[in-house]
């Protein structure tokens, strides 16, 4: 047991091409090494003939550690041509949050790691204005301010792309930071940056998407947690929700509504990122939560 | 009351700019001559500065029929500079059904309008298509078959409009009506033209919108009954709503799953429009509901 | 292929005492014959030590048909003391409907499965009043009035039960019938009655749902769709849904709010259930939705 | 303008038995005096005959100030036999928390107040256990430990009672404060305590309710916030919501998935009550959102 109580487990996720007796052969395999298997789930594209598996096994019940599974399973994975990761739950991965002024999400989000319902460790928070720092701090968070330049913006970035990489994240999270990453740092990390985007995706990306929404008259908002790609609100989406307005509420009632949608969709989001449930698939994504 | 047991009431709905007083007038009016109101509503746009109200009252309580009631309440509304209708519940509005081949809308609203949900008469229900004949006959209405054929789009369209017109209509819905509507069709009956889309717009405006959803990998879908205009898919929104999806659903699946959310979100914006809950803002909706 | 065009599929569903292994031992059989698994999925129940596994495969896929493919799967099941069930996509299930005056359930549940929604034969409908006779006869289904004499209710039922037999249900469905069945029905059918409860049970069990939930001033109303057991509205849930409701509604508007839920409840429940996606886990389901 | 910049406000609020010209009586006295309504709404219980008011006007807009407007009014109240209540929305309310260890609801409604999403003042945290002082005075806010001796309750509470009392609060809210109030204290703050329920309200009253959901095995698991009164989680209710779950979430899971839905209702309870938009109705509430 690790030091919160959880259970140690292994996340072994993958995907390959479609074709009978993979889940045979993955779970023949742990089976054989006494693997005591405590989720798993599987999906089959059938636009694109691809497949993809989780599974969670309980650490103790199998007779080695992460090394030699991982040596053991890349035998079956060649065979199956798998694209595969292991993750362990005993070593948390690290995020870098990404704030600006609004500290709705950044609070949330602090909340719940510090309430142990996020499992990651979190060494840094970074923000281009210095307001959230007492409230990283009071969370024992480092804080680093990095502002973004208008006139020196790939200065600024290159500075910034420093400040994060100094943290050896495994994942980066725009907590409503408002400026778009360069597409360097993007690539960079492709496939570990979560996005909130403060609408229903592929409604109103961009700018201002609570003022689009209140001209378009739509009567309900939302809110889009994707991974980050070069093209702006475009990556793969992995949560979405929304919530009911009427003609009664102005565009600060929006934005004061939207932030609840915000909040939760983001916090699923990282969740299911963090237990390695978000598989990319495409432009798509397969969610196993 | 009238012949369903439903007590008669008029139905005022206005809309004027905005000042000090109107609620007041209009209140008074109808209570100097023992006006029994039973539900009232109003709305300041404080974006446009105009002001918007609904009022019903028994027709029993006040001493005058709709007749009379009209004209003593235009010296009223000519103070107030109120664009403004009476609706009288024992006149029951005629609704004119377009349909396709898809018939779950269809039948939802017939079923609906034979249990007495939806206070109105169907006249007749059009399609391009004749499947749909049984269904309509079988709850009583008369139905049309109107061809619509791609080389002589302008004669088919003139046909379909004198067949509608014949209806004396009050309302038409084209519930999963699979042909744009021309421009003179749309003008004609301004304001009185419900569309179900089946996106949440404005995502997925024009065809296939599930397609479009699956493509995009959201993870709601959702629908849209929106007044019609000239414009495709952009009159203002009436209702929406949507429902969950998951990775594991195909484009057929969304299908299935967004009939539910089509005929329940058509419903509620026809049952609205009946009642005279809805009053166009512009390119937005105040809905009373 | 079936006639209506879907891919001829086995569904296994089983329970068993967890350990290690059951997966692999039953993906292992299917991969050994070349079995393709187009959908699976399994539950650990930790508070009760109980596994549950569904896995559906391409007919096609395996070199023998249903009997075979169940002599050979008893082996399996043997090993790991499995409670298990072969279902054959091509043999429908025999769904008989039991309503009484209110139609919207019927109506939906005749609707879908004429357009093929719900993959089932249904070839009766019973009601203790006649009313619902032209709604079943126009989709084709046999109608029998079976009327409940509250002063012979044991004559009354036992004649429901000859009537029903005489039909070899697999499934019995009650869509709004408003009369209590007697235990030894209950018990007849055990597993395979579904029922429609107008709340959102535990809350308003019995009589009268929604004057008891205007009563108490709740802010949502919903339905479930459960199994009957002997005991009243108490039997395992296998759906349940809610909307939102306010001050101003009536229970007559309750009513018709709640209408809504219940048909798409009942509805999700029903092909759930044809489809074998659950499974009674003691007083709770396991839904493999 | 008050410091927020929220420009200030008079909300009447008033109930009385139903008759003709209540709406018009209040508006025209309002509008005599040249009174700007910028929200208004109106209830008349068909079952109790008792109609509700709720009007929002601009203070800057009346000659006079909320002094000699509650002695005008009293005028046209007496006429009408109005039980009603002035707000002045300079005059912030005064609400005092109570918390036990579970620091979500608290953490919610001190981050939202803090953002000035709640229009109030907070002078006292109070808790039965040391834990949430670093929480609350971290906002700024006064923290007094109060412990519940478990043979000493009825000192206990008195001393509780005490610690209230100096706040001078308006609204006493229980954030998942885990004793059970005496009467005495339900009695003296009648209509002014807001409980927190984690359950959906009727279902699962009392202790544990997750645990009591997750053995009914629902589907969906809610949270209600309600007035506090004598009888134990009776009282009116004022807002719930609910959160879908499944088969596989464990107790633990339902406690997690709940904490949102906690939060959600209790804030939005928590707003309505400070702007005076619930008005109690026998055991049920008016909710003027």
């Keep these: ?31 054989a090494h006494g693997g005591w298997v405590i989720e798993a789930a599987q999906h089959g594209d059938l636009t694109t003939g691809r497949f993809f598996q989780r599974v969670e096994v309980l650490a103790d019940s199998l007779p080695f550690g992460p ?88 200065h600024s970035f290159t500075q910034l792309g420093d400040v994060i990489a100094e943290a050896s994240p495994d994942v980066i999270v725009l907590a409503r930071y408002m400026q778009v990453l360069p597409e360097q740092l993007c690539d960079e990390y492709a496939g570990r940056i979560l996005n909130i985007h403060h609408s229903f995706l592929p409604s109103f990306a961009g700018a201002k998407p609570y003022h689009q929404a209140f001209a ?42 939207g932030r609840d949608v915000e909040r939760a969709v983001l916090a699923r989001g990282l969740r299911w990122h963090l237990e390695d449930r978000v598989l990319v698939n495409g432009s798509r994504t397969v969610v196993f939560a």
């Design 1 to 31: 047991m690790s030091e919160d109580g959880a259970v140690r487990r292994y996340v072994l996720t993958m995907s390959c091409p479609d074709r009978t007796g993979i889940v045979a052969t993955v779970s023949g395999f742990l089976a």
């Design 67 to 154: 090394e030699e599974l991982s040596q053991r399973f890349e035998v079956v994975a060649r065979e199956l041509q798998l694209d595969w990761r292991l993750s362990d739950t005993d070593v948390r991965k690290r995020v870098v949050l990404l704030a600006s002024r609004e500290d709705h999400c950044l609070a949330d989000l602090l909340h719940r790691w510090r309430g142990g319902e996020l499992r990651c460790e979190i060494p840094l928070v970074v923000s281009n204005h210095p307001d959230l720092r007492p409230l990283a701090e009071w969370h024992g968070v480092e804080f680093s301010h990095v502002p973004i330049a208008a006139d020196r913006k790939e």
């Design 216 to 257: 378009r008259g739509v009567k309900l908002i939302g809110a889009t947690c994707h991974y980050v790609t070069a093209e702006l609100d475009a990556g793969p989406i992995i949560e979405q929700d929304l919530s009911r307005i009427d003609h009664a509420d102005t565009v600060d009632d929006l934005v004061r509504i």
